[in-house]
């Protein structure tokens, strides 16, 4: 468990698997005794606004839906990136979905217009 003091501790190693070699998991409760201030450490702010998160270090910024919840589910029942099929006319997409970016039907020419 990191705490706040770590960003300024002189034993800290920046490294999110490793706290510090005294205490590589984090030190236990919300006070360091091995606390070593490092002059050279700047604190590391981690403001974030709303609509975003920190993710490995970095500010992610969430995407707006603009789906309401019935169409979300309507997009998980009916679209082949889910089903593997075509909407309109049944026929079976390729299964190697993961390289897939567009789910155009070549049977019958239906068109995935969600990007």
């Known amino acids: 468990m990191k705490i706040p003091e770590c960003d300024r501790c002189l034993l800290y190693s920046h490294n999110p698997h490793l706290f510090c070699a005294v205490h590589p998991a984090g030190p236990q409760g919300d006070s360091c005794l091995d606390f070593r201030l490092d002059p050279n450490a700047q604190a590391e702010e981690l403001w974030e606004p709303e609509g975003a998160t920190y993710y490995n270090g970095e500010l992610i910024l969430q995407p707006q839906q ?6 979300q589910q309507e997009l998980l029942d009916t679209h ?36």
């Open 66 to 71: 603009r789906l309401t919840q019935q169409q």
């Open 80 to 115: 082949p990136m889910f089903t593997g099929r075509c909407p309109r006319c049944n026929a079976e997409f390729d299964r190697d979905w993961s390289a897939r970016v567009h789910w155009d039907c070549s049977e019958c020419g239906w068109m995935d217009d969600t990007v």
